[in-house]
């Protein structure tokens, strides 16, 4: 078994309203910066031992599927790396 | 026979759901959700509240919690299950119903009254409106919006399966009247078999005729046949 920390990433799918990011980049742009979109997103990151870098990301992918993304609104990316 | 008002950690809508019901003669029973539903369950209650705080997804966590296997089990034998403001975001987190209820429009949580029509009165929840009946019912939520892509919500819409969708004083749907900005001003829908339903509105908070209107009421009595 190797140490591998898998990196879930999960974003509203593109279409999908998000009043949090549009809130925040109202806020970026009152304190004076210029910007075209923001968009928010949320990640997780997973230390897990696994037999190698296709079996973290199977796991983490299943994480994601099972409870980490909604996938009616959400898509989302899973990266592995050696810890 | 008892209709099970299933109380997560976080639940605050339980007791008041139980009282609304019992005000209707109905028999409501709180049921821990650790404690699995009882045998002589005869409807489903997933009330209001902020289960485990809303964290991650509004819903999510109790979704996933081991009682609710029981209540998909009840629902595919044809129990009534009814989820009410975080009860349908757990009933569409469980996929007991399709759609996400997410962040409102607003970016804010939104307390008060609004009005809903009535989309489809040949359900058992709303059997007791007239299509097209305009009620007022309160919403009290930050993630409310209803949201499902326009393929889906068109076959929704052709399956009869929205009951109730926000709307004018006068029964008119536009995008004023939406409080969240959900899809379809979409407030409640069928999951599967129309025995299965989920709405935003709170119709326990007006049932009891001594603290006000009872537009409710006619929601909460579809447990009259079962209970």
């Known amino acids: 078994m190797t140490a591998y920390t898998a990196t879930v990433t999960v974003r509203l799918k593109r279409g999908v309203l998000d009043p949090e990011a549009e809130t925040t980049q109202r806020a970026l742009e009152r304190l004076g910066f210029s910007l075209e979109d923001l968009r928010s997103a949320d990640t997780f990151e997973i230390d897990l031992d696994a037999t190698d870098e296709d079996d973290a990301h199977e796991r983490a992918a299943d994480m994601a599927e099972r409870l980490l993304a909604n996938p009616t609104i959400h898509d989302y990316e899973v990266e592995v790396d050696q810890r | ?227």
Do not use: K
């Not at chain 2, 699995?36 to 369950?41: I, V």
């Not at chain 2, 989309?119 to 309160?138: F, K, M, S």
């Not at chain 2, 339903?197 to 009421?217: K, N, W, Y």
């Open chain 2, 1 to 227: 026979m008892t209709v099970a008002v299933v109380q997560f950690g976080g639940s605050n809508c339980d007791r008041d759901t139980v009282q609304a019901l019992a005000a209707l003669g109905i028999d409501g029973e709180l049921v821990w959700h650790e404690d699995g539903l009882p045998p002589e369950t005869s409807g489903i209650v997933l009330p209001g509240g902020f289960s485990y705080g809303d964290y991650l997804r509004a819903g999510a966590m109790a979704a996933r919690s081991p009682i609710m296997g029981e209540v998909e089990r009840a629902a595919a034998e044809g129990t009534p299950v009814l989820g009410i403001c975080n009860g349908a975001q757990i009933g569409c987190e469980a996929a007991l119903t399709p759609g996400a209820f997410t962040t409102n429009r607003s970016a804010r949580f939104q307390c008060e009254h609004v009005h809903l029509r009535v989309e489809n009165a040949d359900t058992p929840w709303t059997e007791r409106y007239e299509e097209g009946e305009v009620l007022t019912l309160p919403i009290a939520h930050g993630e409310g919006r209803y949201e499902i892509d326009d393929d889906r919500l068109a076959t929704l819409a052709a399956e009869d399966r929205i009951l109730f969708r926000y709307c004018e004083a006068d029964g008119a749907v536009t995008d004023a009247a939406n409080p969240n900005g959900s899809t379809g001003n979409v407030a409640a829908i069928t999951g599967d078999g129309d025995h299965v339903a989920v709405m935003m509105p709170h119709p326990e908070r007006v049932t009891l005729s001594d603290i006000g209107p009872t537009d409710g009421q006619g929601v909460l009595r579809s447990f009259e046949q079962s209970a």
